[in-house]
Every structure is written in C-alpha cells, then in structure tokens.
C-alpha cells in the first residue's frame, strides 16, 4: 500500500482515546456518494492523473487499520472515501452549494487494506458547507468499508477541534463517548499531517 511506509501505526496509538477495537458506528450515506466515478481509482485524491496540478487546500493522510472486535486485522477489505474538497463543494448533480469546484481534486477514492488490515489515503482537508440556515456541516470525510464476512460499515470521520463538530445534526445524534470514534486528531509528523482512523467490523 502507498502510505505503509510513511509512519508506522504504532507512532499514533498513543493518540487514541477510545476502545480499540469496539464497532465503529454507522453514520448516514448522506446524498453525495459519487454517481459517477474519477478515471483515477486509487487512494491519493490530490492528483488526477493526465493533469498537472495538486488539489487545493491542505494535504493530509488518513490511516488507519480495519479490523474486527476482537482486534484481529481484517485483511482485504475494500475502503472507499469521498468528501467535499477544500471549498466545501461535492462532485454531485444534487450539491447547490454555490462553492467552486476544485477540477484537480478527486473527491472519491478506494484502498484495500493490506495484510495488517492497513489502509491508507492521500487528499485535502474537505472545506464545512451549508445544509440550511441553521445548519453547517463540519469538515469530514465518508467512508464506505466492506469485506467478506463482515457486515457493511458505512461512517464518517470528523476532525478534532473544529467548533462545528458540537453544532452538527448527525454527530450529536451520538452519545459523547461514541462520537469519539469518528473525531480524529491530525499529527504533524515528517512533514506530514497525519490522522489515525481504525474501522472496527461486526461478523456478519
Ligand atoms: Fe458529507
């Protein structure tokens, strides 16, 4: 996998704050998963490639394990992400955020964890957008994770310390100590600004 030898898992354990290995919970698919796929199908989502420009914005990793409740890697497992790029705007017909479009971000992307059930991405920080008057969405990023045996996970990850995380609709629908598991810190490491996100499988 790309990003196995950047940082080893390791190094941001310390930074966990939940139970290892407990489910993650499910979120809602929300109405932006991608009707139509980027010819790239890989997992860094900063480049598309045939362009010569790197996405907008803030360059992070995510990593992470998926694994199963018993703290078993979970080797296989197709991840899929997508998101909003940096100005809070979908590559989706039904998005009316009036946000520009970044044409060199990928907004979608998969990974397959690795032999210790690691998975990896490379992409931007995705930007907050409006729901309604009342209601901004942090930034956050989607997750799609299925693998044989185990039931469907679909979630999203939060980043810590942003104020809209104690506003948004569908985190406070968590009790406080769920939500922890979808807001990751992000780590300045080797130059690198790195966030640690395991996915935990029920057996299906
Ligand atoms: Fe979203």
């Known amino acids: 996998?790309?990003?196995?030898?950047?940082?080893?898992?390791?190094?941001?354990?310390?930074?966990?704050?939940f139970p290892a290995c407990a489910p993650t919970p499910h979120e809602t698919e929300g109405p932006?998963?991608?009707v139509a796929f980027p010819l790239d199908k890989n997992n860094d989502l900063t480049f598309l490639e045939?362009?010569?420009?790197q996405a907008e914005g803030e360059t992070i990793y995510v990593t992470g394990r998926v694994q199963d409740e018993a703290c078993r890697p979970v080797p296989g497992a197709m991840v899929e992400i997508w998101q909003a790029c940096s100005t809070g705007k979908y590559n989706h017909p039904r998005d009316k955020n009036p946000a520009r479009l970044d044409p060199n971000f990928q907004y979608w992307g998969?990974?397959?964890?690795?032999?210790n059930g690691e998975y990896g991405f490379k992409?931007?920080?995705?930007g907050s957008y409006p729901v309604d008057g009342l209601w901004t969405r942090p930034p956050h990023i989607h997750f799609y994770v299925r693998s044989k045996n185990y039931s469907e996970l679909t979630t999203q990850m939060y980043f810590a310390g942003e104020a809209l995380n104690d506003k948004d609709r569908l985190l406070g629908d968590h009790p406080e100590a769920e939500r922890e598991k979808?807001?990751?810190?992000?780590?300045?490491?080797?130059?690198?600004?790195?966030?640690l996100f395991n996915l935990t499988l029920k057996k299906s």
């Open 110 to 115: 998969k990974a397959v964890s690795d032999a």
């Open 50 to 53: 045939g362009t010569s420009k």
């Open 32 to 34: 932006f998963y991608p």
């Open 182 to 195: 979808f807001i990751v810190g992000f780590h300045r490491i080797k130059e690198k600004r790195i966030g």
């Open 123 to 126: 992409t931007v920080k995705p």
């Open 1 to 17: 996998m790309a990003f196995c030898g950047l940082v080893a898992l390791e190094t941001l354990k310390p930074a966990l704050t």
